[in-house]
């Protein structure tokens, strides 16, 4: 069965600092590795994914395959940074394109 | 807005009532998914479609609820004598590629409160 596995349920850091959230997911085939956002009084959205490789918000994923891990890093974060993260693989073969996502690592970022 | 639109946003209802929920995704999108959202947990899949054809749904989608896209647009999600255990955030999700994994575009969904 698939799984997805973020152990931090809350964190927080000071503005400034580095942050990392971590995923890692167990998943039959390939999928695709995505991290979605929700920032305060907003829809769900994607923050970025592991095919484009791009670094969104200074934001960056490396996707550890031997470690099925797709941690999420930030060198410094920022007080906007705040909101619930979700890591979210994806079918990527036939033609359910279903996420399937973690519970959610809530970040703060303190002034 | 042509963003994803959910109607209503909240809905309050008693217990043994039927419920349903409507979604219009972007326009030119082909695919579309219903999520169910619990406090405290991501966002888990219900059902998809592929234009009005639904592919697939979750054993979670117990007899009680039923979705329908009938024309390949808007979708709507009915929840028929509906229970506590069915109060949640329902999001829908459209996305559109001519194959492979892409991007999903999510509405700002339907809390459902059951009395």
Redesign the interface.
């Given at each position: 069965a698939q799984r997805?596995t973020q152990p931090e349920?809350l964190l927080s850091v000071f503005k400034g600092a580095p942050v990392e959230l971590k995923c890692n997911y167990s998943y039959s085939g390939s999928p695709?590795l995505?991290w979605y956002v929700q920032y305060s009084r907003q829809?769900?959205?994607?923050l970025l994914?592991h095919?484009s490789r791009e670094s969104i918000k200074g934001f960056t994923a490396d996707l550890n395959k031997g470690e099925t891990s797709f941690h999420l890093k930030k060198p410094f974060a920022q007080e906007e940074d705040s909101a619930m993260y979700?890591c979210?693989p994806?079918?990527?073969g036939g033609?359910?394109?279903?996420?399937?996502?973690?519970?959610?690592t809530l970040l703060t970022v303190n002034p | 807005d042509t963003g994803v639109s959910q109607d209503p946003r909240h809905k309050i209802t008693k217990r043994g009532q039927n419920v349903t929920f409507r979604c219009d995704p972007i326009s030119e999108h082909n695919r579309l998914y219903w999520y169910r959202q619990t406090l405290g947990q991501g966002p888990e899949f219900l059902t998809y479609f592929q234009n009005e054809a639904q592919l697939e749904k979750s054993r979670l989608l117990s007899d009680r609820f039923s979705a329908e896209r009938p024309k390949g647009s808007f979708s709507t999600l009915e929840i028929q004598r509906t229970e506590q255990g069915d109060s949640a955030m329902y999001l829908c999700a459209s996305s559109f590629l001519p194959g492979g994994a892409s991007e999903q575009f999510f509405g700002p969904g339907t809390r459902l409160t059951v009395l």
């Open positions: 997805v349920k695709e995505f829809r769900l959205q994607l994914r095919i979700y979210a994806q079918n990527s033609s359910n394109y279903k996420l399937t996502f973690g519970k959610g | -």
